[in-house]
């Protein structure tokens, strides 16, 4: 028999229990999100992850490219690749009221990354941040401990959204997507596990219209040499969220052992 466990309240989700890294120093998880969107967006995460700082990306497993996605990521096992949810893009888009169709779908999600790639997410996020909203995010927090995956924003790494080049709806600043702007970031880490998401893609990623373009100038900036110096100069060690599960000690922390299958 499973231990009974206590209610969440849904407009305050209890977080996965994390402890503080075991040592020292600080930690980047670089995710690409939307692999699998478009052919397009998956060569550009794949070349940000060969030739720049890209460490992690997280799949969309009900978009046309998610199977050619999930076969070029195993290519590449140094890629860490995580679930992101989507319940706002594409053919099956939900009911925001429905959370019944909401667990199941998400149930159904995680269930078809295993089917893809023959593993289980190494981390969940989702599309449009949908896992954060209060009427939802109870059903991701329990889940994801019942799986034992991170869910990005509630496992005691600090999210860092700000490369992105569109903080109001189409219009685009490409000062906050550029190598100095990244160096910034870079330099403003602080101790601990952090993760920087960003959205890279060749000059065919076509799959959001409003941010299309967009994708090539993120692709130049994570793929700088300059960039991955400043990495290096910044003592910042780049890793994925395996890593992570390795490096945070979970006897006697008060951790769900976290499945690495």
Not at 111 to 138: M, N, Y
Not at 160 to 176: I, K, S
Not at 179 to 195: H, N, Q, R, T, V
Request: glycine share 10%; aromatic share 6%; hydrophobic share 35%.
């Amino acid at each position: 028999m499973h231990p009974r466990r206590r209610p969440l309240h849904r407009n305050h989700p209890r977080p996965p229990r994390c402890a503080r890294p075991a040592r020292a120093g600080r930690y980047l998880i670089v995710n690409a999100d939307d692999l699998g969107a478009d052919d397009g967006t998956t060569r550009g995460i794949i070349e940000a992850h060969e030739r720049g700082i890209v460490t992690s990306a997280s799949l969309m497993v009900d978009m046309p490219g998610a199977r050619g996605a999930a076969r070029m990521a195993r290519e590449h096992p140094r890629l860490g690749v995580g679930l992101h949810v989507n319940f706002t893009a594409g053919p099956r888009a939900l009911d925001p009221g429905d959370l019944g169709a909401q667990r199941r779908e998400l149930e159904r999600q995680i269930d078809c990354f295993s089917d893809l790639t023959g593993a289980l997410p190494t981390h969940i996020d989702s599309h449009h941040h949908v896992h954060r909203r209060a009427e939802v995010a109870s059903l991701f927090v329990d889940l994801a401990q019942d799986r034992g995956i991170p869910l990005r924003g509630f496992c005691g790494i600090t999210y860092v959204g700000n490369f992105y080049g569109q903080w109001e709806h189409g219009t685009t600043d490409l000062r906050h997507i550029s190598p100095d702007y990244l160096i910034a970031l870079l330099k403003s880490i602080a101790p601990g596990f952090s993760e920087l998401a960003c959205h890279p893609g060749d000059r065919d990623a076509r799959f959001d219209p409003v941010y299309d373009w967009q994708r090539q100038v993120e692709l130049e900036s994570l793929t700088d040499p300059r960039v991955s110096a400043a990495a290096a100069h910044e003592g910042i060690r780049l890793v994925d969220y395996r890593e992570y599960r390795r490096l945070v000690p979970a006897v006697g922390a008060g951790l769900p052992r976290y499945s690495t299958t």
